[in-house]
C-alpha cells in the first residue's frame, strides 16, 4: 500500500526524529515518522528513571517525562507516526523518495531526515527458562523508582551500564546485589566503590540459569553452582545488540564517517540531493554530542529541507514566542493557568 506523498520522510523516531517532526510542521511541512522499535522514544527508552541535565533551561527530568513531553510536542501538527515501522529499502523516482517498511508499506516523500542514531538498538535479553509468573519482575530498562521501596533488586551484569543502575537502586531501596559471570567487574572503580560502600553486595563467577517463583511468591534465581538466589525484581543489563546494516543495503553512495555516520561537509546536509540527517547519525566538524545538540540538528536540518524544497523560503523559522501557529495553544494554556489559580 502506498501512502501520500508528504515534504520529509523521518526515518527514526529518537530525539531528533521527534523533534525535528514538530518544527517541520512548524515550517508548514508534511511529515511522516518511521520507528523501528514498538514505541517512539529512541535511547531515551533504556534509561527511564534516570535525569537529564543536558537540555537549557530545562530543569533535571526523569527521561520518562523527557520522552513523554518530546512525543506530546512532535504530536502538535498532526505529523504521521508508524512504530514498528522498520526502514528496510529506499528508491528514488522523478524526485521522489520512496521508503518501504518492514510491513510492506510504501512511504513517498520529497525529502528523507536520517535520525536512526546508531543504528536499531536493542537490549540483550536473557536465553533462560523464566517462569511466567514472575516474568514481568525481569527488566531490561530501569522500572518504575516507587516499586523498588523494601525489596531486594538484583542487577545482572557487570559493566558501568549495571553498576550505574544498581547505584541507582540504592537510592530507592537498601537490598541490592549485582550478580556477574566474571571474576571482576568492568565498571568504573569508583562507582563499584560507591556501590560496596552504600551496602551493595557482589557476586561474581556465577550465572543465571533458570528463573523460577519460590514458594514465598518471590523470584528464585538457579545458579550455574547450582545455588539459588531469592529476590523481588531483576533488572537485566548485558549490553546492546545494534543493527546497523540499513544504510549498507541502499544503493545511494553516502559519505561515511568510520563506516556508518553519514559525514556532511556542511552540518545535517549529505552529499546526496535530497537526503539530511541530524542526531546521532550525522557527522560534522565542530559536532556537540548533547541530547540538546540533537534538538539544534533536528531544527537546522529541517531548515536545510525547507530552503530545498523551496528556495525562495525563508532560511529559519519564526520563532515561538511570536509565531502566530501558537496563538490558539498559547490561550488554552492562559485559560488553564486561570482555571489553576
Same mark, same amino acid.
Given at each position: ?23 517541520? *510542521? ?15 522514544? *529512541? ?10 541535565w ?5 530543569p533535571?527530568?526523569?527521561g520518562?517525562d523527557?520522552?513523554?513531553n518530546?512525543?506530546?510536542? $512532535?504530536?502538535?501538527?498532526q ?43 536493542s ?29 531486594? #533488586?538484583?542487577?545482572?551484569?557487570? *559493566?558501568?551500564?549495571a ?17 556477574y ?18 551496602g ?11 528463573i ?7 523470584m ?5 553452582? &547450582?545455588t539459588?538466589?531469592? $529476590? ?6 548485558h ?23 553519514? $559525514? ?21 566538524? *565542530? ?17 536545510q ?7 525562495e523560503?525563508?532560511? &529559519?523559522? #519564526?520563532v515561538?514566542? &511570536? ?13 488553564? #493557568?486561570?482555571?489553576?489559580?
Amino acid at each position: 500500500m502506498t501512502q501520500a506523498i508528504v515534504d520529509v520522510i523521518i526515518i527514526g523516531g529518537g530525539p531528533a526524529g521527534l523533534y525535528a517532526a514538530f518544527y517541520a *510542521g512548524l515550517r508548514d511541512l508534511t511529515v511522516t515518522v518511521l520507528e523501528a522499535q514498538d514505541e517512539l522514544g *529512541g535511547k531515551i527508552n533504556f534509561y527511564p528513571e534516570k535525569f537529564v541535565w543536558d537540555v537549557g533551561a530545562l530543569p533535571a527530568t526523569r527521561g520518562i517525562d523527557v520522552r513523554t513531553n518530546l512525543i506530546q510536542q $512532535a504530536q502538535t501538527f498532526q505529523a504521521n507516526f508508524y512504530p514498528s515501522s522498520k526502514a528496510v529499502e529506499i528508491t528514488k523516482e522523478d524526485n521522489i523518495f520512496y521508503v518501504e517498511d518492514e510491513q510492506g508499506r510504501i512511504h513517498p516523500g520529497r525529502t528523507v531526515l536520517f535520525a536512526i542514531g546508531g543504528g536499531i538498538v536493542s537490549p540483550k535479553k536473557l536465553t533462560v527458562p523464566i517462569d511466567t509468573a514472575v516474568q514481568d519482575h525481569v527488566y531490561y530498562a530501569f522500572p518504575d523508582y516507587r516499586i523498588l521501596k523494601d525489596t531486594h #533488586m538484583i542487577v545482572s551484569g557487570g *559493566g558501568d551500564g549495571a553498576v550505574d543502575y544498581a547505584n541507582e537502586c540504592l537510592k530507592f531501596t537498601d537490598t541490592v546485589s549485582i550478580i556477574y559471570r566474571g571474576d571482576k567487574l568492568k565498571a568504573h572503580e569508583a562507582s563499584i566503590t560507591s556501590f560496596k560502600e552504600n551496602g551493595g553486595k557482589v557476586i561474581l563467577a556465577s550465572d543465571i540459569r533458570a528463573i523460577r517463583q519460590s514458594p514465598d511468591k518471590r523470584m528464585e534465581l538457579l545458579l550455574d553452582d &547450582h545455588t539459588t538466589l531469592t $529476590a523481588d525484581h531483576l533488572l537485566v543489563q548485558h549490553g546492546h545488540d545494534r543493527d546497523s546494516s540499513f544504510l549498507d543495503k541502499l544503493a545511494f553512495e553516502f559519505n561515511r564517517e568510520q563506516d556508518f555516520y553519514l $559525514a556532511c561537509e556542511e552540518p545535517t546536509i549529505t552529499n546526496v540531493p535530497g537526503c539530511f540527517a541530524a542526531g546521532d547519525i550525522q557527522f560534522s566538524k *565542530g559536532k556537540v554530542y548533547l541530547l540538546a545538540g540533537a534538538f539544534q540538528e533536528a531544527a537546522l536540518s529541517v531548515n536545510q529541507i525547507k530552503q530545498y524544497l523551496d528556495p525562495e523560503s525563508f532560511g &529559519h523559522g #519564526m520563532v515561538s514566542s &511570536h509565531n502566530e501557529k501558537f496563538d490558539d495553544f498559547n490561550q488554552t494554556l492562559i485559560e488553564q #493557568m486561570d482555571d489553576a489559580n
